[in-house]
């Protein structure tokens, strides 16, 4: 009985970190949602400890914070020439790192591989 409880758990566990990762895709029209996604990512992190979700949400962890960092940077650059290139990079670069987790997510394996 126990071992059904733990594959519920890991597939709602599964289901949210789906939905996390469409939180932030969902950040590129309504910028709320990747508010929502990152109190989600800490607030639910130490129930996919010891996990392969937890490398998941490490992932999406860094990519909010130096998507975010990148962003500031670049807008405060925008005033000259190089800040729209740096906007488009992380812009890139974000959409590269959901694409990339929501993949791996669907053949359920970790982002880091040791």
């Given at each position: 009985?126990e071992a ?110 040791g």
């Amino acid at each position: 009985m126990e071992a059904m409880a733990t594959t519920d758990a890991e597939k709602s566990a599964k289901t949210l970190t789906m939905v996390i990762y469409a939180l932030y895709a969902a950040s590129f029209l309504l910028g709320i949602t990747a508010i929502v996604a990152i109190v989600i990512n800490y607030v639910k992190k130490g129930d996919v400890a010891g996990t392969f979700l937890e490398s998941h949400f490490r992932w999406q962890i860094r990519t909010f914070w130096f998507g975010l960092l990148w962003g500031v940077l670049g807008a405060i650059a925008s005033l000259v020439i190089v800040g729209w290139f740096v906007l488009l990079a992380n812009l890139v670069w974000i959409i590269y790192r959901i694409v990339k987790g929501w993949l791996r997510l669907n053949d359920n394996r970790p982002m880091y591989e040791g």
